[in-house]
Structure formats: structure tokens, C-alpha cells
């Protein structure tokens, strides 16, 4: 039988850039199904969350189809002040997500908090599944994909017979060297011209021991570097890079 074929794209350095385009950042870590979520919020784990993350809100999942998999009918969300942090913790799963995005190690941080601090509630020595998230949003100046995405990616786009287009979306599924990926890319479009550009892209494993997750959790984030930045043209990586602290 081969060996079945992982993503493969030049291998980049994960460095720092003053400034991003990710939008949306969120991790997932699914758990073996906790019923005492079912009934009552995590009252333990409330009081360690509040100083840093003070918001609290209580949301009743609607079963609409959408959540295959995801048990638990309650979801308890807890926010940073600002907003700009959240984290989710139901009856199999707990999350942290940002729209404020400034760096993996910060990310990180506060992710390995969240295990040390949740732990005890989980009581498990695996998670079913790990997933980590990047949706990344780069602007188009004038409408012109050219220069700003890799060629590969928008070649029929900008070459093919499809004329004025007013709607793209693709999604590809395989697998890299430490899980699966799922990749998402799409227009953004007003007022007829393409303003921005869509790069999704979510990684995940399943059946992870605990010990391991945040080890998983950091190549996932190398390998995503990569495949973000073979997805950029020369201007978008111009854009960064100007930008770069170190």
C-alpha cells in the first residue's frame, strides 16, 4: 500500500509581524461527554476565569443540524473585558477564540492556562479531538487579486471564461504530518469588486492525551505558517514584512 500523500509546501520559520490579517483565532478541545455541564455552569472554573475574563453569558444551542458531533445543550461563554477573548466550555468541548490576534506564544499562554485551570473538571486523560483555527482576511487594493494571493490559487479566477464573478468559494481536505487540515478560500466582494480574500484554515486530530495537547497545538501552528505563507502574493507578504519586529 503508499504512503498516503501529506500537504507539501515550502517550509517557513514562524516569525513575528507587527501587524496580521487573521480575524478570527480559536482553538477547540473536545472531551468525553461531562453530564454535570448539562445542568450547571462551571461554578469552580467561573472563579479562577473572572479576573481576566469578567463577561459571563449563558446560550441554549439550538438543535438546527449544524452541531453534529458537538454534544451538550448548553453552551457558558466567558469574556474578556474588552471583549476582544472568549472562552466556551460545554458539556463535551471547551475553546478559546480571540478577534484581537497578536502572536502564538500569547495565544498559547493563555490556552496552557485554560488546561491547567479546567483539568480537574475535565477529568480525562485524552481529548477526543484538538482543532485549531486561523481565518484570515487580506484586503485587495483596487479589486486586483494579482500579486496579493498566489498565483496557483487565483489562476482561473483571474484567467478563466467564468467572466464577472460574483461569488467564490473552495474547500480542500487532506492531511499534514501531525493531523488533518481543511482549507477554505473565498471572495470577498462590494459593490462588484473584490475587497478582500478569505484564507481559512482549521487543523485538527482526534483520540490526543492530554500531556500532549499543546505540543500538537504548536505544530499545527508551524505547519499552518507555511501553508499561510505559500498562499500569499509578493505584496501581501511586502505588506508583513515591512512591518516585522524581528
Known amino acids: 500500500m503508499s504512503q498516503q500523500k501529506v500537504l507539501s509546501v515550502p517550509e517557513v520559520k514562524p516569525i513575528r509581524f507587527k501587524r496580521n ?17 448539562e445542568s450547571k455552569p462551571p461554578l469552580n472554573l467561573h472563579k479562577h476565569l473572572r479576573k481576566k475574563y469578567p ?18 445543550r448548553f453552551r457558558y461563554l466567558f469574556k474578556s473585558r474588552n471583549g476582544d477573548w472568549t472562552i466556551t466550555i460545554h458539556a463535551g468541548a471547551l475553546s478559546l477564540e480571540t478577534r484581537n490576534y497578536t502572536e502564538f506564544s500569547d495565544f498559547c499562554s493563555r490556552l496552557s492556562e485554560l488546561l491547567d485551570l479546567s483539568k480537574s473538571l475535565i477529568d480525562s486523560d485524552f ?23 498566489n498565483d496557483e490559487l487565483i489562476s482561473q479566477i483571474i484567467s478563466g471564461p467564468y467572466g464577472e464573478i460574483s461569488k467564490h468559494v473552495t474547500e480542500i481536505r ?63 507578504k511586502d505588506y508583513l514584512e515591512k512591518k516585522n519586529t524581528t
Open 21 to 37: 490579517y487573521i480575524d478570527i483565532a480559536v482553538c477547540e478541545l473536545r472531551f468525553p461527554t461531562l453530564l454535570e455541564l
Open 127 to 149: 481529548f477526543t479531538r484538538i482543532g485549531l483555527r486561523y481565518i484570515n482576511k487580506i484586503p485587495i487594493k483596487d479589486g486586483v487579486l494579482s500579486g496579493w494571493i
Open 55 to 72: 463577561g459571563y453569558e449563558k446560550l441554549e444551542l439550538l438543535n438546527n443540524g449544524n452541531n453534529e458531533g458537538v454534544p451538550g
Open 174 to 236: 487532506g492531511k499534514t504530518k501531525s493531523g488533518e487540515y481543511m482549507f477554505r478560500q473565498a471572495m470577498s466582494i462590494k459593490d462588484g469588486q473584490i475587497d478582500a480574500y478569505i484564507l481559512d484554515y482549521d487543523y485538527s486530530k482526534e483520540d490526543v492525551e492530554f500531556e500532549n495537547a499543546l505540543q500538537l497545538i504548536s505544530d499545527f501552528n508551524k505547519e499552518n505558517f507555511s501553508f499561510f505563507h505559500w498562499c500569499l502574493g509578493e505584496k501581501a
